[in-house]
């Protein structure tokens, strides 16, 4: 009698989806979970990360919050405030969120999440990492039989046979690719025309300015906002680090155009960009080292019209990118990872049955791409309001903000709205991947897993199986 658990899961990438994906087959019981990383190792960089409660209720159920939270600092506010006089917009007051929902919303450096959910993987005997190996191709994307071809860094290559390959490498997927080859579809990377930098400012700094020292001992979260620019800062590690995110118009990347995502930036360059915003954003800028300065480029691609081909899905960023102003980027992508292995091991046929597996994976669409592109477009939309230039549909903007300081309504900045956040705060992905499995799988009965109208059935295209290199 065949056993789910017998799968063997492929993941590519060790990022937060990556991990989460083989952490959730894990704690479900499979015992047969690969990651393949094209780095040499994780040594965890980038700066904060915001951890709202929907994250963290799949991180409690995998039994790795607590090491997360330990270090976390518990958001019990947050303030909007224009970014050339300081004046607040609205301040609202976060102090019931875990009552609310079960779990606080709290911030962390990426390394802490990603760091716990990478212990939490060396704790499963179900998953061997395999690192300096990239993929090199995909050979078959099953449902019958799915193949692809790993490179590592200093040896030949050489081919996978695998049950279930989940694409968890980012913005640059190489497994969307491949699968977009196979399908001849086209949906390339594409310029937000928005640009970051990500700076963190440590106590040690701060520690002379009383009026900074207050905002790293609170638990507030603040955003100052101007045309065509924000800035965001909250304390993490232990309040021991004050953590700046800033987003801009893409200045560098745009004129130097290629595969280039991250670039050193220029202390005078950022300050310029800057230079109309009030005192105290200037002391935390100019605290910053010169040669520190590092700037991102804010990328999307087009939205895909599968994320499912045959036994091969695509997980996070490789599939719904977003902008960060909702703080849902790594939520999205660790939702996606625990709603894979609920639909997988719910699949008739314990496994034995390939078109069921591919449905399950279908199912896992559905559940998913409806919410996730309704944060996306969100997230895009709140943007667009806080960069709002002098005119009518600024001064609108205002006084919502103003209505809703006096009336507690509806607030144009989406990540700090009640309503906004009730919609994703109170989301149990788990809870509705078990409830609505039964039903959707219903709806493919008899039909392509894929569903697509243009034909496409289970790796199969026009009649052969696909060879594609990525």
């Known amino acids: 009698m065949s056993d789910y658990r017998d799968l063997r899961i492929s993941v590519i990438g060790a990022g937060m989806g990556g991990l989460a994906c083989a952490l959730a087959f894990a704690k479900k019981g499979f015992k ?32 790795c919050w607590d090491s997360i939270a330990a270090e ?14 300081n004046r607040e917009l609205v301040h609202v007051e976060m102090p019931d969120i875990e009552e609310k929902y079960g779990y606080p919303h709290c911030t962390g450096h990426r390394a802490s999440l990603a760091g716990g959910l990478y212990e939490g993987c060396k704790k499963e005997p179900a998953i061997t990492f395999h690192f300096s190996s990239s993929l090199a191709g995909v050979t078959s994307f099953g449902p019958d039989k799915t193949v692809f071809t790993v490179q590592p860094r200093n040896a030949e290559a050489y081919e996978v046979e695998t049950d279930i390959l989940l694409g968890a490498d980012g913005i640059k997927s190489a497994v969307r690719t491949a699968m977009l080859r196979a399908l001849k579809v086209e949906a390339d990377v594409e310029d937000t025309g928005q640009a970051a930098y990500r700076i963190m400012l440590s106590r040690e700094q701060m520690k002379h300015d009383p ?6 001992d609170a638990d507030c979260a603040l955003r100052w906002i101007g045309e065509k620019r924000h800035i ?3 304390p993490i590690s232990n309040k021991t680090i004050y953590n700046i995110s800033t987003c801009q118009p893409d200045v560098n990347f745009a004129a130097a155009p290629g595969a280039t995502y991250t670039t050193r930036g220029s202390k005078p360059a950022m300050l310029k960009v800057y230079a ?16 520190e300065v590092c700037e991102w480029k804010l990328r999307s691609h087009s939205p895909l019209p599968t994320w499912i081909l045959g036994a091969v899905a695509l997980v996070g960023d490789a599939c719904h990118p977003t902008l960060p102003h909702l703080s849902q980027g790594a939520a999205m992508a660790i939702e996606d990872a625990a709603v894979l292995a609920e639909v997988v091991s719910a699949a008739p046929g314990a496994g034995a049955d390939r078109d069921a597996l591919s449905k399950a994976l279908k199912v896992y669409e559905l559940l998913r791409k409806e919410r996730t592109t309704l944060l996306v477009d969100l997230a895009a939309s709140s943007a667009r309001t806080l960069h709002l230039g002098e005119g009518k549909a600024k001064e609108e903007r205002d006084r919502q903000f103003l209505n809703a300081k006096k ?16 919609m994703i705060y109170s989301y149990d992905c788990v809870k509705e991947a078990r409830e609505k499995f039964d039903e959707l799988y219903a709806t493919l ?20 199986a696909a060879v594609v290199a990525a």
């Not at 976390?72 to 006089?85: D, H, L, M, P, V």
């Not at 200037?282 to 910053?288: A, G």
């Not at 008899?446 to 034909?455: I, K, P, Q, S, Y």
């Open 445 to 464: 009965a008899g039909g392509h897993a894929n569903g697509d109208a243009n034909g496409y059935a289970n790796g199969h295209v026009n009649g052969g």
């Open 276 to 291: 109309d915003f009030g005192p105290t954003v200037q002391k935390m800028l100019n605290m910053v080292p010169e040669g």
């Open 407 to 422: 009336r507690g309504t509806p607030i144009p900045d989406k990540w700090a709205s009640p309503e906004v956040q009730h």
């Open 72 to 85: 976390a600092t518990n958001i019990k506010s947050s303030s909007i405030r224009e970014g050339a006089t």
């Open 232 to 234: 965001v800062a909250y």
């Open 211 to 216: 009026e900074l020292l207050e905002l790293l």
């Open 32 to 63: 047969h979970v690969d990651v393949y990383e094209t780095a040499s190792n994780l040594g965890f960089v980038g700066a904060g990360i915001q951890l709202a409660p929907n994250m963290v209720r799949v991180l409690d159920r995998w039994g």
